[in-house]
């Protein structure tokens, strides 16, 4: 095996919205002291990312919304949205080194990295989380849709047909829907709880034109756990997966289902991550030459999330 590159950067840390915030620093930064204690540490490949061009933003966002972020931090900071995500002077700059973890990321599964090789699979360790991110707007912690951005930049780049994207963040992915509402070569899935925030992720949502079809959403109810998702994966993602067969997996990989994660109103387990994870790799065998890109979402309690990461990890490297 070409082995999985771990991409992350210290600077993920200097992103701040406040010393209450979920979404804060110390989940990268129990991520960074954890791992490399662990028995799957040796097998991993670190990469680490540059900030992303603005010429990739903008293929899924617009240059004014671009400038609004880039405005918003050179004036010190402040809410980008008005209502909860927030930024810090640094934060464009670290949100550009998100999308470029996953794009690097992507570089390595399709083609390869100068100097450090092809790998099999990828995980990216990033803040900001992306998923609520919408062309226009800030949401949800989010500032750029990285999974997004990677899903036309794996087209652009590397002529990937078609893409799917696995969300099982605790919150349905609503940015990425929509980026993918009316486009057949994306194929959106998503598993979360309903009703929760934002809102979206009925089953009943499905796209429309020509991408009619390639939405699909599987909300569960709050205390959902291992056997709901178990079963989602195996009766709903399965045929879906055969049915598209993709060329590239990426993942919304959000850990605040976890039962501990002070969001999260489901029960999952720590170990609960490596069998969804281990799914998901049987799948991409099949039909992605198990080329799979994962990136972090949500995950607000930092110790279990790095165990659920480790899990997850385990489940890449198999």
């Known amino acids: ?31 960074a002291e954890y791992l490399p204690k662990t028995d799957i540490w040796p097998k991993l490949r670190p990469l680490t990312p540059e900030p992303a061009p603005i010429e990739t933003l903008e293929l899924v966002h617009s240059s004014s919304y671009i400038d609004l972020v880039d405005y918003v931090c050179r004036q010190g900071g402040g809410l980008v949205d008005g209502v909860e995500t927030g930024a810090v002077a640094e934060s464009f700059a670290i949100a550009r080194r998100a999308v470029g973890a996953v794009t690097l990321a992507i570089d390595s599964v399709m083609a390869g990295v100068p100097g450090a090789g092809r790998a099999d699979c990828a995980f990216c360790a990033v803040r900001p989380p992306g998923h609520h991110a919408l062309r226009d707007r ?31 963040d605790l919150h349905h992915g609503n940015g990425t829907q929509a980026m993918f509402w009316t486009d057949p070569t994306v194929f959106y899935f998503s598993v979360h709880c309903y009703p929760a925030y934002p809102g979206t992720g009925r089953k009943s949502e499905i796209g429309e034109g020509a991408g009619e079809g390639y939405t699909l959403n599987a909300p569960l109810p709050p205390g959902a ?94």
């Open 225 to 318: 756990g291992s056997h709901e998702y178990s079963a989602v994966f195996d009766e709903v993602l399965a045929p879906a997966f055969a049915r598209f067969c993709p060329d590239l997996v990426l993942i919304s990989a959000g850990f605040d289902a976890h039962a501990n994660d002070p969001l999260s109103r489901m029960l999952l387990r720590t170990e609960d991550f490596r069998t969804l994870t281990d799914r998901v790799t049987d799948l991409a065998q099949k039909s992605a030459g198990g080329r799979i890109v994962s990136v972090l979402e949500g995950g607000y309690n930092p110790q279990a999330l790095a165990r659920s990461v480790e899990q997850h990890l385990c489940g890449l490297v198999q």
């Open 138 to 168: 800030a949401m949800g912690f989010c500032l750029f849709n990285n999974v997004a951005i990677g899903a036309r930049y794996a087209q652009k780049r590397h002529g990937v047909e078609r893409v799917l994207i696995i969300d099982w």
């Open 1 to 31: 095996m070409a082995g999985v590159a771990y991409v992350s950067h210290a600077e993920y840390r200097l992103h701040v919205q406040g010393p209450t915030h979920p979404e804060r620093p110390e989940r990268v930064i129990a991520l």
